[in-house]
């Protein structure tokens, strides 16, 4: 093969990995409330949340939800299934007339307010990251 074919092929599988790169990182960019809104039909939409039908236990639909989209924690309380994810809560359980229902609501809504401190482990609000003001104690600060 000739010079100038071998910095052909070169530059095409460069290319072609930069290409795969490309993908890989879009494709591992999951996000859990694009996927219930695009798999599960809304019935109800206020300012803290969305719920959607869903059919099967809210075990099996919590399930689902986890294999698609690894939570953060996830807790079991009576018939409801909660998983916390970075930006929300979602919901699985009985509302109303509807025996599996999927609720969808930011984590500004309930879980930094403590909505969901009974749920244990991985359901407690954070705190501040500068604490409650002045200076952080501890090495290099002020207590």
Request: charge should be negative; hydrophobic fraction near 35%.
């Amino acid at each position: 093969m000739s010079r100038n074919r071998l910095f052909l092929i070169s530059g095409a599988l460069a290319v072609a990995a930069v290409v795969s790169l490309v993908f890989g990182i879009i494709l591992q960019q999951k996000d859990i409330g694009s996927y219930i809104a695009g798999h599960y039909h809304e019935y109800a939409h206020d300012v803290n949340g969305t719920r959607y039908v869903c059919t099967g236990s809210p075990e099996q639909v919590a399930d689902t939800l986890a294999d698609y989209q690894a939570p953060e924690a996830r807790a079991a309380n009576g018939n409801s299934e909660y998983l916390r994810y970075s930006n929300n809560i979602v919901i699985v359980g009985p509302d109303g007339n509807y025996p599996c229902s999927i609720r969808v609501e930011p984590l500004s809504a309930g879980y930094s307010h403590g909505s969901f401190i009974f749920l244990g482990p991985g359901f407690f609000p954070g705190s501040p990251s500068g604490g409650a003001g002045g200076s952080p104690g501890g090495p290099g600060g002020t207590k």
